[in-house]
C-alpha cells in the first residue's frame, strides 16, 4: 500500500512537472503577454496593468485610478508590475503558474476517474484545445486567471462523492468558501461554478445529519469567504477607499454596467442569455463541443450517482446565468466554462480504461519492454508534441506577432514620450490600449482611460483634464477640438492597425513643453 502509495505521489510530481512545461510552451505561442509578441495590445489587459503601475505609486484603485474589474485582479497586475513596468513579462509568468495549477488539477480529477495514465496524456490537450480557442483572447483575461479557483473545489467535492462517501471536512468547507471569496473579488460574474459547489456541500451536510450539519457546513464556507474578503475591506479602510470600492465594483457593475442599455423584459433576457450562450458554442466548438459531448454523457451514465450528475449540472447551470445574466457576449466571457472541459477526458478516461487494462495484459512481464520502449514513446511523443508545436499555427494570435516594435503605434508614440523625462500621459476618449505600456509610464489622472462604462463623469473629467493641460502627452483617436486642445500641440500622428473602429491615433504635448 505505502509502494503504490509513494509510486502515485512520484508520478504525480512528474505530471506537475510537466503540466509547468506544457503551459510555458503553449502560453508562449498563445499568449500575446509572451515574449514572443511585441505587446499584447488588448485593452483589458492593458488597463489591468496600468492599473498595477498606479497602485505602485501609491494609488487607491477605485478612488484615484477608475475601472470596475476586482480588487483581486488589479493586485494581482500590481505585483506583475514589479517584474516590468513595460512589458507583460510579469503577466505571461502569472499565467504559466496559474494555468499549470489548472492543468494539475484537472489531472487529479481525470484520474480520480479513470488512471494515471489517461490523466497524463489529457494535459497537453486539455491546455492546446483551451489556449488556442477565441475564447482565450490575448491572454490575461480574469476567467483564465480564475481557472484553477473554480475547478479545485469541484475537484474536491467529487473527491467527497466518489472516494469519502459524501463526507466534507472542515478544511475543505473553509477552502471552497475561500476560493469562491477569491473569485468574487477577482470577477463576481465567475461565481457560477464554485457557487454551485457550495450548495452541493451545504445539501451534503444536510444528508449527513439534517439541517444543524448544513449550517455547520455552511457557517465553515462564510469563515472561508471571510478570509478572502477581509483583506480587502480592511486595505480600502485604511487607505480611505472603501466606499468607492463598493460603489464602483458592486453598485456601477450590478446597476450601470448591467443596465446600459433599456431593462429587458424576462422573456427578452432569457433569449439574450440564450442568443450569448449559443454564441459562445459557436465560436469555440473546439471546446464547447466536446463539453457538451462529457455533459451529455454524465446525465445518461449509469456509472454516476444523482447526487454527482446533480452536482455537474449544477455547476454548468449557474455558471451560464452568471456569466451570461447581462444578456452581453464577448468573445473571453465563455473560457470560463474552461473549469468544466476536463468533463470530456473524464468520459475518454473511463471509456478507454478497459482496453487500456486489456491491451496491457496482451504482454507478459517479459514483453513489457515493447510498451515501455517502443510504444510509450511514440505515443508521449505524438499527444505532447503535435499540440504544442500546432499551437504556433493555430492560436489566433499567431498573425500578431509579425510587427517590428517600432511599427507599433504604442512604440512609435513611447519614443517620443520617453524624451521627456518623468512624462505624464493621459490615454483619451477611448479604451487603454497599451500606449502606458509601451512607454513605461504609469496612469496619474482617475479616469485614465475611457471605461466601458455609461458614467457622465467619465467624458467630463477626461474632457477637464485636457482642457486644464493636466498630463504631458494625450493620445487620441480623434484630432482634439481647438476649443479643447488649447493648451496642447500636435506631436505626431500614426495609422492604427486594420481592423480596429478607428484608422488613426494623434499624440498632443503640452505647447509650454513642445516650444
Given at each position: 500500500?505505502?509502494?503504490?502509495?509513494?509510486?502515485?505521489?512520484?508520478?504525480?510530481?512528474?505530471?506537475?512537472?510537466?503540466?509547468?512545461?506544457?503551459?510555458?510552451?503553449?502560453?508562449?505561442?498563445?499568449?500575446?503577454?509572451?515574449?514572443?509578441?511585441?505587446?499584447?495590445?488588448?485593452?483589458?489587459?492593458?488597463?489591468?496593468?496600468?492599473?498595477?503601475?498606479?497602485?505602485?505609486?501609491?494609488?487607491?484603485?477605485?478612488?484615484?485610478?477608475?475601472?470596475?474589474?476586482?480588487?483581486?485582479?488589479?493586485?494581482?497586475?500590481?505585483?506583475?508590475?514589479?517584474?516590468?513596468?513595460?512589458?507583460?513579462?510579469?503577466?505571461?509568468?502569472?499565467?504559466?503558474?496559474?494555468?499549470?495549477?489548472?492543468?494539475?488539477?484537472?489531472?487529479?480529477?481525470?484520474?480520480?476517474?479513470?488512471?494515471?495514465?489517461?490523466?497524463?496524456?489529457s494535459?497537453?490537450?486539455?491546455?492546446?484545445?483551451?489556449?488556442?480557442?477565441?475564447?482565450?483572447?490575448?491572454?490575461?483575461?480574469?476567467?483564465?486567471?480564475?481557472?484553477?479557483?473554480?475547478?479545485?473545489?469541484?475537484?474536491?467535492?467529487?473527491?467527497?462523492?466518489?472516494?469519502?462517501?459524501?463526507r466534507?471536512?472542515?478544511?475543505?468547507?473553509?477552502?471552497?468558501?475561500?476560493?469562491?471569496?477569491?473569485?468574487?473579488?477577482?470577477?463576481?460574474?465567475?461565481?457560477?461554478?464554485?457557487?454551485?459547489?457550495?450548495l452541493?456541500?451545504?445539501?451534503?451536510?444536510?444528508?449527513?445529519?439534517?439541517?444543524?450539519?448544513?449550517?455547520?457546513?455552511?457557517?465553515?464556507?462564510?469563515?472561508?469567504?471571510?478570509?478572502?474578503?477581509?483583506?480587502?475591506?480592511?486595505?480600502?479602510?485604511?487607505?480611505?477607499?472603501?466606499?468607492?470600492?463598493?460603489?464602483?465594483?458592486?453598485?456601477?457593475?450590478?446597476?450601470?454596467?448591467?443596465?446600459?442599455?433599456?431593462?429587458?423584459t424576462?422573456?427578452?433576457?432569457?433569449?439574450?442569455?440564450?442568443?450569448?450562450?449559443?454564441?459562445?458554442?459557436r465560436?469555440?466548438?473546439?471546446?464547447?463541443?466536446?463539453?457538451?459531448?462529457?455533459?451529455?454523457?454524465?446525465?445518461?451514465?449509469?456509472?454516476?450517482?444523482p447526487?454527482?450528475?446533480?452536482?455537474?449540472?449544477l455547476?454548468?447551470?449557474?455558471?451560464?446565468?452568471?456569466?451570461f445574466?447581462g444578456?452581453?457576449?464577448?468573445?473571453?466571457?465563455?473560457?470560463?466554462?474552461?473549469?468544466?472541459?476536463?468533463?470530456?477526458?473524464?468520459?475518454?478516461?473511463?471509456?478507454?480504461?478497459?482496453?487500456?487494462?486489456?491491451?496491457?495484459?496482451?504482454?507478459?512481464?517479459?514483453?513489457?519492454?515493447?510498451?515501455?520502449?517502443?510504444?510509450?514513446?511514440?505515443?508521449?511523443?505524438?499527444?505532447?508534441s503535435?499540440?504544442?508545436?500546432?499551437?504556433?499555427?493555430?492560436?489566433?494570435?499567431?498573425?500578431?506577432?509579425?510587427?517590428?516594435?517600432?511599427?507599433?503605434?504604442?512604440?512609435?508614440?513611447?519614443?517620443?514620450?520617453?524624451?521627456?523625462?518623468?512624462?505624464?500621459?493621459?490615454?483619451?476618449?477611448?479604451?487603454?490600449?497599451?500606449?502606458?505600456?509601451?512607454?513605461?509610464?504609469?496612469?496619474?489622472?482617475?479616469?485614465?482611460?475611457?471605461?466601458?462604462?455609461?458614467?457622465?463623469e467619465?467624458?467630463?473629467?477626461?474632457?477637464r483634464?485636457?482642457?486644464?493641460?493636466?498630463?504631458?502627452?494625450?493620445?487620441?483617436?480623434r484630432?482634439?477640438?481647438?476649443e479643447?486642445?488649447?493648451?496642447?500641440?500636435?506631436?505626431?500622428?500614426?495609422?492604427?492597425?486594420?481592423?480596429?473602429?478607428?484608422?488613426?491615433?494623434?499624440?498632443?504635448?503640452?505647447?509650454?513643453?513642445?516650444?
Open positions: 500500500m505505502k509502494s503504490a502509495s509513494r509510486h502515485r505521489s512520484s508520478f504525480d510530481i512528474h505530471a506537475l512537472y510537466v503540466c509547468l512545461f506544457v503551459s510555458s510552451i503553449l502560453l508562449f505561442f498563445c499568449s500575446k503577454c509572451s515574449p514572443f509578441y511585441p505587446l499584447n495590445d488588448w485593452p483589458d489587459a492593458n488597463v489591468f496593468l496600468s492599473a498595477g503601475k498606479g497602485m505602485l505609486e501609491g494609488k487607491v484603485m477605485y478612488r484615484d485610478l477608475y475601472d470596475h474589474k476586482g480588487p483581486l485582479l488589479f493586485a494581482l497586475h500590481a505585483l506583475c508590475a514589479l517584474v516590468s513596468t513595460d512589458s507583460f513579462l510579469g503577466v505571461w509568468i502569472l499565467e504559466i503558474l496559474l494555468f499549470t495549477l489548472f492543468l494539475f488539477i484537472a489531472y487529479k480529477l481525470i484520474e480520480l476517474y479513470s488512471n494515471l495514465v489517461i490523466a497524463f496524456f494535459i497537453g490537450i486539455l491546455g492546446f484545445i483551451l489556449l488556442t480557442s477565441l475564447s482565450f483572447q490575448m491572454g490575461d483575461s480574469a476567467e483564465e486567471l480564475a481557472l484553477p479557483m473554480m475547478l479545485y473545489p469541484l475537484y474536491r467535492l467529487m473527491v467527497s462523492l466518489r472516494r469519502d462517501e459524501g466534507t471536512t472542515r478544511w475543505q468547507l473553509g477552502i471552497t468558501g475561500f476560493l469562491l471569496g477569491c473569485v468574487f473579488w477577482l470577477k463576481f460574474t465567475l461565481v457560477g461554478i464554485p457557487a454551485a459547489v457550495c452541493m456541500l451545504a445539501w451534503l451536510g444536510f444528508k449527513q445529519n439534517g439541517v444543524r450539519s448544513a449550517l455547520v457546513s455552511i457557517g465553515w464556507m462564510l469563515l472561508g469567504f471571510a478570509a478572502a474578503t477581509l483583506p480587502w475591506l480592511v486595505q480600502y479602510v485604511i487607505q480611505g477607499g472603501l466606499t468607492d470600492m463598493l460603489k464602483v465594483y458592486l453598485y456601477d457593475n450590478l446597476f450601470l454596467y448591467a443596465g446600459a442599455e433599456e431593462p429587458l424576462l422573456l427578452a433576457q432569457l433569449k439574450a442569455i440564450c442568443k450569448s450562450v449559443l454564441s459562445w458554442i465560436d469555440n466548438p473546439a471546446y464547447t463541443l466536446p463539453l457538451l459531448a462529457g455533459a451529455g454523457w454524465m446525465l445518461l451514465s449509469k456509472r454516476h450517482s447526487t454527482e450528475k446533480t452536482a455537474w449540472v455547476c454548468g447551470l449557474l455558471g451560464l446565468i452568471t456569466v445574466f444578456g452581453r457576449y464577448y468573445l473571453y466571457y465563455g473560457f470560463a466554462f474552461g473549469a468544466l472541459v476536463p468533463l470530456f477526458f473524464v468520459m475518454l478516461g473511463q471509456q478507454l480504461n478497459k482496453p487500456l487494462i486489456d491491451f496491457l495484459g496482451l504482454f507478459p512481464d517479459r514483453k513489457m519492454w515493447i510498451v515501455e520502449f517502443l510504444i510509450a514513446p511514440v505515443v508521449v511523443v505524438l499527444l505532447f503535435l499540440p504544442l508545436i500546432s499551437s504556433l499555427w493555430l492560436s489566433p494570435n499567431q498573425p500578431y506577432n509579425r510587427p517590428e516594435r517600432e511599427e507599433m503605434m504604442q512604440y512609435h508614440f513611447a519614443e517620443i514620450i520617453n524624451e521627456k523625462e518623468d512624462a505624464t500621459l493621459l490615454n483619451y476618449g477611448f479604451l487603454d490600449w497599451g500606449f502606458y505600456t509601451a512607454a513605461g509610464v504609469a496612469p496619474h489622472l482617475k479616469y485614465y482611460h475611457l471605461a466601458n462604462m455609461p458614467l457622465e467619465l467624458h467630463s473629467e477626461q474632457d483634464y485636457v482642457r486644464e493641460g493636466l498630463s504631458d502627452f494625450v493620445v487620441t483617436r484630432p482634439l477640438s481647438e479643447l486642445g488649447g493648451k496642447y500641440t500636435l506631436v505626431d500622428t500614426c495609422p492604427a492597425p486594420e481592423g480596429l473602429w478607428f484608422t488613426d491615433v494623434y499624440l498632443y504635448q503640452l505647447t509650454e513643453l513642445a516650444d
